[in-house]
């Protein structure tokens, strides 16, 4: 059964700092990793998507590794800003579930001023 | 993009009471939407998946009997909980999705507090 972690389970940073967000999954067999990200009271926002095949995407101040074998994902932010506060999510596809979502627990990131 | 609304955002209702919950593709026309349940810092749990005039597929431990679902249109669908108890109290996020797409649009997701 695929499981998915995510750590640090929340971080708090002041405004400016790069930080990394980790990602852990047990099963490599996966179509594709997403990230999102999701605010209180609100959906999730898709920010980036990795193929199976690729290994990192970048969006912006954003950029997403994945290492398929090891089971790894991690989601860079640059210089970040207040308005990144939020949950972030990772959600793994799976080849033979689908196409459905398994998510991890998530990341709760607070940016200070 | 698309977009996909939820309603109501927030219902508070007393046990044993039945609540129903709407998804709604507003620009698009579903051919599968999904019912995921978020409980306080967990993840989100797929609860299933109905496509469009059949039988909604329930993910393993979810009680079909108590959480109804009906896909009627290519634009709703619908999630009850029948005889609501305080354990039921989650956030409940739909998704959406477009035949043959591999996207999904997701809702802002319904609180449910039971009491």
């Known amino acids: 059964k695929q499981e998915v972690t995510q750590i640090p389970a929340a971080l708090s940073v002041p405004e400016g700092e790069n930080l990394v967000l980790n990602c852990s999954f047990t099963?490599?067999?996966?179509?594709?990793l997403q990230w999102f990200r999701q605010d209180p009271g609100k959906g999730l926002t898709s920010l980036l998507l990795?193929?199976?095949?690729?290994r990192e995407q970048t969006s912006g101040r954003l950029n997403a590794s994945l290492d398929k074998s090891s089971g790894r994902s991690t989601l860079y932010i640059a210089a970040s800003q207040p308005g990144d506060s939020a949950t972030y999510l990772c959600?793994?596809?799976?080849?033979?579930?689908?196409?459905?979502?398994?998510f991890g627990p998530g990341t709760r990131l607070s940016v200070l001023p | 993009g698309a977009v996909v609304s939820q309603h109501p955002s927030r219902v508070i209702c007393k046990s044993g009471t039945s609540v129903k919950i709407e998804c709604r593709s507003l620009?698009?026309?579903?051919?599968?939407m999904f019912w995921y349940r978020q409980f306080p810092k967990q993840s989100l749990m797929l609860m299933a998946t109905?496509?469009?005039?059949?039988?909604?597929?329930?993910e393993q431990g979810v009680e079909k009997d108590k959480f109804l679902i009906n896909h009627a249109s290519l634009t709703l669908s619908t999630l009850t909980v029948t005889s609501a108890h305080p354990e039921d109290s989650s956030f409940y996020i739909c998704?959406?999705?477009?035949?043959?797409?591999?996207?999904?649009?997701f809702g802002p997701g319904t609180r449910l507090l039971v009491l």
């Open positions: 998704s959406a999705r477009l035949g043959g797409s591999k996207t999904q649009y």
């Open positions: 099963d490599s067999a996966i179509y594709n």
């Open positions: 990795i193929q199976s095949s690729q």
């Open positions: 959600a793994v596809t799976l080849l033979n579930y689908g196409q459905n979502f398994v």
């Open positions: 620009d698009f026309q579903a051919t599968t």
């Open positions: 109905s496509n469009e005039g059949s039988k909604a597929t329930y």
